[in-house]
C-alpha cells in the first residue's frame, strides 16, 4: 500500500516536470523561430500597420509591393550573384585541393607522411593573425580582386582532415585491388574513392556553402570594389552601417514626397532584405541539418 | 632454385616493387601539391609575417626583407600597447565579455541537451532541436541587424517597454547595455548548434544503465545526475578548455556589427582594436605585436587549463 503511494508520487511529480520541461522546450522554439517569422510578417504587411511594428500574429494587410520595389535594385542582384559565384568557385576549388591532399594522407606506402601531417597541425595551433595575412594580399596583388576571396577560401586543413578520416574508413582491399589492375593512384581516386566518399564530400561541401553565404569579414577587408563585394557587405550597408536608405534608392521622388505616412518606409525595406537574403538558408537548412549533425560527429572523433 | 639465382629474383622483384613505390609516391605528392602551396602561402607566410611585430614596418615594404632597409626596434610595440590605456580597457571587457559567454554560451547547450533528452515525444523533440539549429544558418550580419532594428528608438522593444511607461532609449548607444546585447546574439545564434555534440554524445550512452537505474528506483533527477552528467563528462572538460584557451579570441564578427565610438569603453575589444587600428588606421607593426602578444596568452591559457582538467577529470586534450 505504501510502495503504491510512493509510486504514484513520483508519477505525479515526474508529470508535473514533464509539464515544465515541455513549456521550456516550447519557450525556447519560440525564442529561435520568432524573430525570423516578425520579420517575415513585418515585410508583408502593408506600409500604414508596418510602422507601428505592432503586427505579432499574421501580416496585416497583405502587401508585396516591397519585394517588388527591392527585387528592382540592381546593387542588390550584383551582390546577390557575386556571392553564389564566390560559393559555386570556392566550395568546388575547396572539394578538389582537399579530396586529393586527403587522398595522399591515406595512402599506406606514403613516404614522409610525419612531416606532412606535422605541416598540416601547426597552422590549426598558430597563425600569423589578420595583418600579415592582409599585407600579403596586398603585396601578391590580388588586393580588391575575386581572388582575395576565393585562393586562401580554396583550402581548409580541417576538411582535408574530415575527408581523410572518412578515406580510412574505405577498406584497403579495394585499392590494393585496383592497383593489381594496374590502376595509378589518380585512378584510384577517381574511380575507387570518390564514388564511395559522397556522404563525406556532401558534409563538407554544405559547410562551406553555409559559411560563404554568410561569410562578410573577410570580405570587408580584402574587397573595396562593390562590384565585387558579396551580400553580406551589402546587408551591412543596409542593416547596421545604414548608409544605405533603401527607400530613399527605390521609391521615386514624387512618392517620397506625395505621402509621408503610407508609403514603404526603409525599416520595411530592411526586413524585406532580410528575407530575400536568407531565403535559400531558411528553405534548405531543415534539408542541410542532417548533415550538419553528421560533421560534428566526425569532427568530435577527431578531437 | 639454387641460392644465388633465388637472391637475384628477390632483387629484381625488389627492385620492380621499389620503382612502383616511388612512382606512387611523385603521383601521391603531386596530390597533395596544390594544397600544399595554398597552405604555405595563406598559412606559413603570415606565420612568418609576424616578424614585423619586431619592426617598424612601412606600408609596400616586403614581408621577406632581411636587409639594411629593415628597421628592427625590439619589443617597442609590445611595450607601447602594455603601457597604453588600451591595455587595461580591451583585456577588461574581453575578459567581461568571455565570462558572460562561459557562464551563458558555455551552459546552454548542456542544459539545452539535458532538458530535451528528457522528451520522449520523438517528434515534439526533433521539431524543437531543428528550430534551434535555425539561427545557425542566418547570417551575423542579418542577426546582428534584427537586432538593432527591434531595439532601436522606434524599434518593438521600446514599443512594447512604452506600454509599461518606460521611456524609449537607443539602447545600442549606451556603454552599460551592450554586454547584455552581445551575449544574447551570440547565445541566440550558436546554442542550438553547440548543443549538437552533447545530443550525439547522450544518444552514444547505454541504455542498459537506465534500466538497470529505474529497475533499483532511481528518480528522474538521479538518472540525469549519475548518468548523463557523466556520460558527457569527457566532452564537457574538452569543450571548457578549448573555450577558456579562446577566452581573448571574442566573436570579433559580432562586435564589429554590433559595437558604436560611443559604448567602446564595454565594446572595444582586442579583435575590433586589431581591425580599426591595423587594418583601417595601418599600424601594422603595432597590431600585429597585439595580436602576437594576445595569441601567447591565449596559448598560456589552454596549456593550463588542459593541465587543470587532467588533474579534476581525467580528461584533457593532450
Given at each position: ?9 513520483i ?13 521550456i ?18 515585410s508583408?504587411s502593408s ?17 508585396l509591393?516591397g ?5 528592382s535594385?540592381r ?27 586527403a ?10 607522411r610525419?612531416v606532412?601531417?606535422y ?10 593573425g ?5 599585407l ?14 576565393i ?17 580510412g ?22 574511380n ?10 556532401a ?46 534608392e527605390?521609391l ?15 525599416n ?16 534548405a ?11 560534428v ?7 | ?11 629484381k622483384?625488389?627492385?620492380k ?64 600597447f ?8 580591451l ?11 562561459l ?36 547570417s551575423?550580419v542579418?542577426?546582428?541587424?534584427m ?16 506600454v ?26 550558436s546554442f542550438?548548434?553547440n548543443?549538437?555534440?552533447?545530443f ?21 533527477w ?36 554590433l559595437?558604436r ?37 591565449g596559448f598560456?591559457l ?17
Open positions: 500500500m505504501n510502495i503504491l503511494k510512493r509510486e504514484r508520487s508519477n505525479l511529480g515526474s508529470k508535473v516536470a514533464d509539464i515544465i520541461i515541455y513549456i522546450a516550447a519557450i525556447s522554439a519560440l525564442i529561435t523561430l520568432y524573430p525570423i517569422y516578425y520579420v517575415l510578417i513585418l508583408l506600409p500604414e500597420h508596418a510602422i507601428t511594428m505592432q503586427v505579432f500574429w499574421l501580416p496585416k494587410g497583405f502587401y509591393e519585394y517588388k520595389r527591392l527585387l535594385d546593387q542588390l542582384w550584383v551582390s546577390y550573384s557575386n556571392t553564389i559565384f564566390y560559393a559555386v568557385c570556392e566550395t568546388i576549388l575547396m572539394l578538389v585541393v582537399s579530396t586529393m591532399a587522398y595522399t594522407l591515406s595512402s599506406k606506402h606514403l613516404k614522409g610525419k606532412l601531417n605541416f598540416l597541425l601547426i597552422p590549426m595551433y598558430f597563425s600569423g589578420i595583418i600579415p595575412l592582409f600579403l594580399v596586398l603585396q601578391l596583388g590580388i588586393y580588391n580582386t575575386p581572388w582575395a576571396l585562393l586562401p577560401g580554396a583550402v581548409s586543413i580541417w576538411y582535408i582532415i574530415l575527408i581523410k578520416s572518412y578515406f574508413t574505405i577498406p584497403e582491399s579495394l585499392r590494393e585491388a585496383a592497383e593489381l589492375d594496374g590502376a595509378n593512384s589518380y585512378q584510384v581516386l577517381w575507387v574513392f570518390l564514388p564511395t566518399s559522397k556522404p563525406i564530400l558534409v563538407v561541401a554544405l559547410y562551406k556553402i553555409v559559411g560563404v553565404w554568410n561569410g562578410w569579414f573577410r570580405a570587408s577587408i580584402f574587397i573595396i570594389d562593390s562590384k565585387w563585394q558579396p551580400l553580406q557587405i551589402y546587408l551591412r550597408r543596409v542593416l547596421v552601417e545604414q548608409d544605405i536608405d533603401l527607400s530613399q527605390l521615386t521622388a514624387e512618392e517620397l514626397m506625395a505621402d509621408q505616412v503610407n508609403r514603404l518606409s526603409n520595411q525595406f530592411k526586413y524585406t532584405i532580410i528575407i530575400v537574403s536568407s531565403l535559400p538558408m531558411l528553405i537548412y531543415p534539408y542541410f541539418q542532417k548533415f550538419f549533425v553528421k560533421g560527429m566526425l569532427g568530435s572523433l577527431k578531437e | 632454385m639454387d641460392r644465388t639465382k633465388k637472391h637475384a629474383f628477390s632483387n622483384k625488389d627492385r616493387r621499389n620503382s612502383y613505390y616511388l612512382r606512387e609516391n611523385l603521383e601521391l605528392y603531386s596530390l597533395f601539391l596544390p594544397a600544399a602551396v595554398l597552405i604555405i602561402l595563406f598559412c606559413y607566410i603570415p606565420m612568418w609575417g609576424v616578424v614585423i611585430a619586431f619592426q617598424d614596418y612601412l606600408a609596400g615594404n616586403s614581408l621577406f626583407a632581411l636587409d639594411g632597409s629593415v628597421q628592427w626596434v625590439g619589443l617597442k610595440h609590445f611595450k607601447r602594455i603601457s597604453s590605456i588600451y591595455f587595461n580597457r583585456i577588461g571587457n574581453t575578459l567581461r565579455l568571455s565570462a558572460l559567454d557562464i551563458f554560451g558555455f551552459t546552454t547547450p548542456i542544459v539545452f541537451a539535458l532538458l530535451l533528452n528528457e522528451i520522449n515525444k520523438q517528434r515534439y523533440k526533433k521539431f524543437v532541436q531543428t528550430a534551434s539549429y535555425l539561427p545557425y544558418f542566418i551575423t542579418v542577426a546582428a541587424g537586432m538593432l532594428s527591434f531595439i532601436e528608438v522606434n524599434g518593438v522593444f521600446n514599443i512594447i517597454l512604452g509599461f511607461g518606460i521611456p524609449a532609449k537607443e539602447y545600442i548607444a549606451y556603454p552599460e547595455y551592450y554586454p547584455v546585447i552581445y551575449t544574447i546574439v551570440n547565445v541566440w545564434k542550438g548548434f548543443s549538437i555534440l552533447y550525439s554524445t547522450i544518444s552514444s550512452i547505454d541504455p542498459v544503465l537506465y534500466e538497470s537505474a529505474k529497475i533499483d528506483g532511481a528518480t528522474r538521479q538518472q540525469m545526475w549519475h548518468i548523463t552528467l557523466p556520460g558527457i563528462k569527457f566532452i564537457i572538460a574538452v569543450q571548457l578548455v578549448l573555450q577558456i584557451g579562446r577566452v581573448l579570441d571574442t566573436n570579433t564578427d559580432l562586435a564589429l556589427l559595437y565610438s560611443s559604448t567602446y569603453s564595454t565594446s572595444d575589444v582586442i579583435g575590433t582594436y586589431i581591425y580599426r587600428e591595423g587594418i583601417q588606421g595601418g599600424k601594422y607593426s603595432y597590431t600585429t605585436a597585439v595580436g602576437l602578444f594576445m595569441s601567447l596568452i598560456i589552454t596549456f593550463i587549463t588542459n593541465k587543470i582538467s587532467n588533474k579534476l577529470t581525467g580528461y584533457g586534450m593532450w
